[in-house]
Structure formats: structure tokens, C-alpha cells
């Protein structure tokens, strides 16, 4: 199946303080890495499939829809902001890394940007949590929420600093949660 965005440029530019005139194709890498990586372990693969198909044969409705529209797409905008940020301050150029800037703007400090990825990491777990309440108290009406095996992934319950996976054998593992976006941004001069 093609790549499908669950949220459109211009439903990121109207929530969030992006401003109209950045170019779509620097959101777009963020919107694929925040389905895959942050929205993805909370549906599960056959749920984010399903959603995904509706939406790219627009025939999303029901309670898809409104899992989609009033959930999915509230944690996933912010969790591109969390990517989202140190994009659009930074580029890699002919093989270097330069701080963008344009005739009338001034780049932000290192400190403000870390304080807009927090803030914008904390709108994104809270509306996550929301998201997987929501999921666990409705698990009846998505069937496809709790039907994955491996090697497809099972929805995540729990939204802590740590990964639990639960294996079709039954066995489990335990990871910690990525923080790639804090640890990159703690070494920023």
C-alpha cells in the first residue's frame, strides 16, 4: 500500500503555530516518522491498516472516523511537532547541517526550541493517553485493535517510559522508550 498521511499540512499549520508559508514536503518526513513510530505502537498494525485503507478509499465513517478525527490525528499532530521543531530550525545542506534564517526572522535560542519540543511532547502524550483510554474503553467497536500476531504489533496500553511487548508464544519483552529527540537536543552547543 502507498505511504497514507492521516493529517494533511493544512491541518498541522491550523492547530499548531506553523506558519502557512512552510513548505509541505519538510512536514512530510515528520507526519511518516510520527504514524510509525508514535501512533503505530498504540493502534497496532491491523488497526492502523484498517484506518489507513479507509482513509486512502475514503470511506472512513463510524466510529473509525471519529477514533481518527476526535484521537489519531490529536496525538500524531503533536508528535510531529516533536519532530517537527528542530526541522524546521535546522537543514542538512551539501552535507552539512546549517541553522536556518531568513531576511526578516531571527533563529530561536537552543533553549527556547528545547522548551517548544517539551512543551509540544507533553500535548502529544497527554492527547496519546486520551487516545489509548478511549481504545481500551471501546475495544468492542475495533475489533482489529486486539487481532495482531506477530509479526505485526500489538497495541500498547501503557504510556510510560517503557516499552512492554507481548509475543503471540505469549513470552514479553521490556525496552526503554526512545528519547532521541531529548538526547539530540541536550548536545546542541
Known amino acids: 500500500m502507498a505511504e497514507v498521511l492521516l493529517i494533511s499540512e493544512n491541518y498541522i499549520k ?29 493502534l497496532g498494525t491491523d488497526l492502523m491498516n484498517k484506518i489507513k485503507n479507509d482513509v ?62 517539551d512543551r509540544a511532547r507533553q500535548n502529544a502524550e497527554h492527547y496519546t493517553t ?9 475495544a468492542s467497536l475495533f475489533p482489529e485493535y486486539s487481532t495482531a500476531q506477530w509479526p505485526d504489533r500489538s497495541a500498547r496500553t ?7 511487548y507481548q509475543f503471540s508464544s505469549g513470552n514479553t519483552a521490556t525496552s526503554f522508550r526512545p528519547t532521541y529527540s531529548r538526547n539530540i537536543i541536550n548536545r546542541i552547543p
Request: glycine share 2%; aromatic share 10%.
Open 56 to 117: 486512502a478509499n475514503n470511506t472512513i465513517a463510524g466510529n473509525y472516523q471519529i477514533l481518527l478525527e476526535d484521537y489519531v490525528q490529536r496525538a500524531l499532530l503533536w508528535w510531529v511537532m516533536v519532530d517537527l521543531t528542530p526541522n524546521l530550525c535546522y537543514r542538512m545542506d551539501n552535507g552539512t547541517i546549517v541553522q536556518r534564517q531568513s531576511e526578516d526572522t531571527v533563529p530561536i535560542s537552543d533553549v527556547v526550541m528545547k522548551d517548544m519540543i
Open 14 to 42: 491550523k492547530y499548531t503555530t506553523v506558519n502557512g508559508s512552510v513548505d509541505p514536503n519538510l512536514m512530510y518526513p515528520s507526519v511518516y516518522l510520527a504514524q510509525d513510530k508514535w501512533v503505530l505502537p498504540f
Open 158 to 164: 501503557d504510556v510510560t517510559n517503557t516499552l512492554n
Open 130 to 138: 486520551l487516545l489509548v483510554d478511549y481504545l481500551c474503553a471501546n
